[in-house]
């Protein structure tokens, strides 16, 4: 009893360990299940860690000679070389051409004495750019605490090196852009300084700037000082309110002065007189906007009070000298015949006589001569046009005299081929012309008819110049000789050659100088030209002599068109 007691107290303590241990297992399994689970989650984490570590992380490893035995992700990406083209290579692959050996030596002595070292440097990448980083190094060792390496974390500061450059050079260009600018204010005033204007920047009523000349001009030193002599803060204050209408006020138009002159049309003059010590000084204006700010201008002074004056003495001059060749004209006028005495010898006729300027080398003249019979037509074209042009004309009329005077007081028979030879003579004695030397050299080409109606013959020499005549609808020419008359290279003994016409009841004579037919006109430019005169006359020569000088006139005028008069211009028409 006692031995199956204590086999069945046994087989209940064995029953009692087994649960316990069933139970205890069970416990266990649960335990090492749920630390298997977290050591899963913790190894997944470990390695997302290590992932996220590589790909972020710009990190290496070296041996215990400098060559690469792991590089991260992050390295490879910023470096761009791969992992299989790091490994087995020392740094020096990465290092940037900028960066000094010494830097280099350092952070290897360092490390050797197994110390911590950081440092920035800039690395070259596989294409050639560069980059930053800062990076941190240390020794490595194993479990043993031997030294088995080293490590280094880096940290990508381009970007931050970038704005430290940017910035250094900012600042650089700040500072140079400012001494260039003072360079250039210094320049600018000292430019400013040295012109002959009096050159300000105004608002149009205050006085902001003013150059070295302004201040001379106005005898100050400085802006406030010109306020306090003048009372004023604007130098349109200082013009005179007496000056002529055209001039600049402080006001105008409702304007103050420099708006009004920024308002006008570009290249408009406007003037300025200021009055110092009761000198009058007249300013040419101008101004202008600056940049920048709205109602700052500049305007410039120019003394033009010398240049004034003078334009005023000019005009003076001028004037005597208008009044003087209009008083002139009129003497000139005086020596044109009246066209009236044509009557008395011919049927019909017309003169046209326009003078380039106020008085001219032109001249025709007319004179009875020794009967009611007898006349005498000169048309004459004198050196030059103009002043000089009318003082030729004189002589010739002084000499023209002479010769009528001469022909009145005796019988001889008149010859124009003898009196265009007086004339050549008296011309080259007068004006001293009979050598080469002389300093003058005037004279004419011209031509003389004379008509006596009684014997029914004209008598005709030209110098340079033709007679046109219509007999029996035809018309014809006689050329003058091809000789002027007075010129330093005519000579003195020169025979005229005369031509004699015996003429009848409706034939017409034309006679012109060169300045009809040389006027410029037409598409092209060219002289009218005596082709054109002789149409005229061919056309229209039984025409009235009155509609006859329309007809010439209204010609030249269409052909002429824009073209400047070139000459004087002289045309005569006669019927017999």
Not at 51 to 61: A, C, E, P, Q, T
Not at 198 to 204: K, R, S, Y
Not at 482 to 498: L, M, N, P, Q, T
């Amino acid at each position: 009893m006692i031995l199956d007691s204590i086999y069945l107290l046994l087989i209940l303590i064995i029953l009692i360990i087994f649960a316990i241990y069933i139970i205890i297992n069970r416990k266990l399994k649960i335990i090492i299940k749920e630390k298997t689970t977290d050591l899963a989650t913790k190894n997944y984490q470990l390695k997302n860690l290590i992932n996220s570590f590589d790909k972020n992380v710009i990190f290496s490893r070296t041996d215990l000679k400098g060559n690469i035995t792991h590089v991260s992700e992050a390295f490879c990406k910023i470096c761009g070389y791969s992992e299989k083209e790091l490994i087995g290579q020392s740094h020096n692959i990465l290092r940037h051409p900028d960066m000094p050996k010494e830097i280099f030596k350092n952070i290897w002595k360092d490390l050797k004495q197994q110390s911590y070292f950081q440092t920035e440097i800039k690395n070259l990448r596989k294409d050639g750019t560069f980059y930053w980083v800062v990076s941190k190094f240390e020794p490595e060792y194993d479990l043993n605490k031997n030294h088995i390496g080293y490590s280094a974390l880096r940290e990508d500061i381009t970007d931050k090196k970038a704005l430290e450059e940017f910035t250094k050079n900012l600042k650089k260009e700040v500072e140079t852009q400012t001494n260039k600018f003072k360079k250039q204010t210094l320049f600018v005033q000292t430019l400013l300084d040295s012109q002959e204007q009096l050159i300000i920047t105004t608002d149009g009523k205050t006085l902001k700037s003013a150059n070295e000349t302004f201040l001379d001009f106005f005898a100050i030193d400085s802006i406030a000082e010109f306020k306090k002599v003048y009372d004023t803060s604007c130098i349109c204050h200082t013009f005179n309110s007496d000056a002529p209408n055209d001039y600049l006020q402080p006001i105008i138009d409702h304007q103050t002065w420099i708006d009004y002159i920024l308002l006008q049309p570009f290249g408009t003059t406007h003037k300025a007189m200021i009055t110092i010590n009761k000198i009058d000084f007249i300013f040419s204006v101008t101004a202008a906007k600056l940049p920048g700010d709205e109602d700052l201008k500049s305007a410039i002074f120019t003394n033009i009070t010398e240049i004034e004056n003078a334009k005023q003495e000019i005009e003076a001059v001028h004037k005597n000298i208008k009044d003087s060749i209009k008083y002139a004209s009129l003497i000139q006028g005086s020596l044109i015949p009246d066209n009236k005495i044509f009557k008395k010898y011919f049927q019909e006729y017309f003169a046209i006589w326009h003078p380039k300027d106020t008085v001219g080398g032109d001249i025709y003249l007319f004179e009875k001569l020794r009967t009611e019979d007898e006349c005498l037509l000169m048309v004459i074209d004198c050196t030059g046009h103009g002043v000089p042009g009318a003082f030729v004309t004189m002589l010739v009329k002084a000499i023209e005299r002479q010769i009528v005077a001469t022909i009145k007081n005796n019988d001889e028979v008149v010859s124009p081929g003898k009196l265009l030879g007086i004339f050549n003579r008296s011309m080259k004695h007068l004006l001293k012309q009979e050598n080469k030397e002389s300093i003058s050299n005037a004279g004419f080409d011209g031509s003389i008819m004379y008509f006596n109606k009684k014997e029914q013959i004209i008598k005709f020499a030209g110098a340079e110049t033709p007679l046109f005549y219509v007999e029996n609808n035809e018309l014809k020419i006689i050329k003058g000789n091809r000789y002027s008359v007075g010129y330093k290279k005519c000579d003195a003994g020169y025979i005229y050659k005369e031509h004699i016409i015996k003429v009848k009841k409706g034939m017409q004579f034309y006679l012109t100088t060169d300045g009809y037919l040389d006027q410029n006109g037409g598409n092209k430019g060219f002289p009218f030209s005596k082709k054109r005169f002789q149409k005229i006359i061919k056309e229209h020569h039984n025409k009235t002599m009155s509609n006859q000088q329309e007809l010439f006139l209204n010609e030249l005028d269409i052909y002429q068109e824009d073209f400047e008069r070139n000459d004087d211009i002289t045309v005569i028409g006669i019927k017999i």
